[in-house]
């Protein structure tokens, strides 16, 4: 018996116990009314229903879940219990390397076998899966029909059928709410427990501090020693997510929330808001490609034009422009959120003393707003530093430690990235970097996060 | 007792004095300039958007035509042996169609036939003749495609060699521009005139629907559970954190989260829909949670009030009056976050989703490519030809991201109840 084919039997006789489930709790109702009491019923038919369809499913399901997992080794066993088993060669991978050739041809996944050993072995193999398969299939259909049994015999007309299926809803909706905090301790666990292996391999020191970073010349085996230092990945992500990128994005992002808020009339901010936020809706993918297309290749000529040595086609300033392009709406929203949360009494007194609109915008609504800007400023370099696409199209692999915007500096993200496409060892100390490197992005990032949502929210109470 | 002191004698400022005039003239000019840099800052944030939209449409449209030349083929003198009456499949397989093609098109065509025709050129015309076997007695034109030297050179970007074969075979008048249904149907490839997006199109339906089934039961869940049921303590408090930390986690740390743990802790398929789909669905999760809280929190609590007090349990109240009317405002959040799913492509390389792919994936444990990684894989490409097809790509990812996001709106606006 196939799995699909189990499942889909499984359904049904869920579907059937459901149905006639209800409609016994439907006949106790009629006679209980027929006799004139009319809340003898506790729960509505329905919740009878449900309560003996998930007692038919779910201990079936169960089962299936853990025999799914076990069955392989039980085949695997009475496979090598197999006459023909014996001629098996001793060295664990070539015999794992048959079992799973067999394995394939007898689940039918490939159509002949290299290895004259493994074509003896599909015989016992089918055989096995045979047998187990049949026995899964029958073990969960007996589990279903005995659950959907028990259930059925309880349905009395005070039986609190209701209360049994909701509080079944209650755990699946607690269950589904840890699902974040497993998300955030496996993050935390598979960084910890891969840098934790790096740094048993590289001195962590070395790694924060060095200015020396060739992982390439350490996997050729020039030892470990002074090819992980990432201080000029550090310095690169900075340069090109908090210096550059903020240098284009603050200014543009501030002005347009401002203009929006204060100057442009109804209209125009119903239709420019929405355009500037189309520029976040844009896939990093396609701004990499435009900075690596269009962008890079002007700067490099103009560069080349006004003479500055070392442009590279591949530069710091194409990824940091067309990254801060990307985080205008961010810094714009976060300032306009914080702009409107400015008490309009201090915005009237100041125009009532006869100041401009500008000279109130500038003397009162920045400084009473400068929290929330710095805040929203903060996330947009957690957001910048964080950004993998665009650095990785155009920012370039050399690791320079250099301030020339035209030239090539590599970031954090970037390293990760080709660090782990490529060939994979699991071992080596140049795939373990980039779990090292993937922990202090995170801690970095997370570092800014909680501190702009601290000087958000303090400033917020400020007025509140 | 103390003297109040007089204040000091002030005259009443002048308004109409040269100084005063001059100083408010000042005053309105940086008015005036500080809200044209505020007009300024505005367009041209969307004039980047425009140039960018511009170049990719400039780009990309090529992509989706290609340079077909007429090939006059005279059925019964040229060496094909095929007999019209019995044409299946094998008998085409057999009768060594890009050899006749190459023979038939030098013929035509000059010696450097080869050089202008695609290596695909021969399957039009076993389509042809598939459709309709009678064409195998009798002189027919068919369109076949260009290579891609030729068909970059009619497009105005070829090599000088191939912008004199252009000239030539338009004096022949053999030329067409037609649609390349290929680019929409066919998979990855190494040639830029065979290569389309269908297989990635698909990969990225199936990761999707994976990210989907996912994150929305998970999402809505505990959203629910957040806002309705759990009394506030230390552990509503973590699992807060916890959502709040995951959506501003950068998305490259959730490939490398996939990468050690559904890889190489749990040996499930590499570059599969699957794996791709798991990843995604942790990321899009905390949106679609709170997007899920703020839409629940504004159903009015008076409606809850009125269900309890006509005698509903707590779920009922929640899964009958509660989530019914918060669903517009869920719907939106999660259709938000996975137009981003969509376009996310760090995380999938991280788990293996760049090779090179030429089939298109049968189910979610099969090697797939998505839409972003494919324009990543494309934008690496050396030859020319492929400049147009990522372009191209990209003009369709931006076009279902477009719908998706006008979807999102228009849910919003026809469904958003103001209490």
Redesign the interface.
Known sequence: MTGPAILLLLAGLGAIAWVSARARALRLQTVARATGRRDAVHSLPGYHGWYVALWTLIPAAIFLAVWANVVPGLVTQSVLADPAAQSLPLDGFSRSAILGEARAIASGDQAGAFNPLSQGLVEPYAQALNKYGVAGGVLALVLAFAGGAYAFTRIRPDFRA?TRV?RL??A???I??????V??V??VA??L??SFRFFSMVNPIDFLFGTKWSPQSAAMGYGNDDAFGAVPLFWGTIFIGAIIAMIVAI??????A???T???SPTVRKW?K???E??A??????????A???IAPALRDFAVAIGIHGASSESALAAGLVMG?MI??FV?SMADDSIAAVPQSMRDGSLAMGA????T??KVLIPAALPGVVGGVL?AV??A?????IV??AAGLAANLTVNPFASVTTV?TQ??QL??GDQE?DSAKTLA??AL?LV??IV??LL?IVA?RVVKKYREAYE | MSVTPTPPQRLPTDWKSDAMRKRIAG??A??RR??Y??????L???S??AF?LV??MG?GLRGFTRTEIALKIDFPASPLLLDPAAITDESLNQANLPMVTDTVAKKLLGADADTLLSPTAWVSIRDAIKADPKILSRTETISVPASTGLDLAAKGQGSPEMEAAVARLKQQDVLSTGFNTSFLTASDGTDPTQVGIWGAFKGSLLTMIVTLVLSF??GV??A???EE??RKSWWTD??EV?????A???????G??G???FL?LAHLPRSAALVGGMTLA?MT??VI?IAGRNAIKSVPPSIRDAALGIGA???QVV?QHVLPLALPGILTGTIIGM?RA?????PL??IGM?AFIATPPGGITDPATVL??Q??LW?DEVSKGF?EK??AA?IV??AF?LAM?GLA?YLRNKFETRW
Request: charged content about 5%; cysteine-free; glycine content about 4%.
């Open positions: 209701r909701e809803v209650m699946s909706l607690l589904a709410s840890l699902i974040a905090i998300t955030t496996g993050i598979s960084l427990w891969e200014p543009l992002g501030l002005m347009s401002i203009y929006l204060q100057y442009a420019m929405p355009t500037l189309m520029l809706g844009v896939p990093t993918v396609v701004y990499g490609y435009f690596a297309l269009t392009v205008i709406p714009s401009t609109t500008s000279e915008i500038r996330l957690s957001r530093i964080g950004e993998t696409m990785v199209m993200t990760i990235v782990l496409t699991f980039a779990f993937g992005l995170f990032t997370l996060n949502l | 005053r309105y940086a008015e500080f809200k840099a505020g007009l300024f800052a505005v041209l944030s969307a980047f958007l960018l170049t990719m780009n039961p998970i869940a505990t629910l559970y957040l049921y759990a973590i699992i916890s959502i709040n930390n995951l501003a986690v950068p998305s490259i740390i959730f490398l989260l990468l050690s743990i190489n942790l999760m905390p949670v349990s707590p779920v899964f137009a969509l376009g996310e492509t760090a390389l991280m760049r972003p990684v324009i990543f934008s400049v990522t372009s990209i990812l931006l991201l996001n709106i």
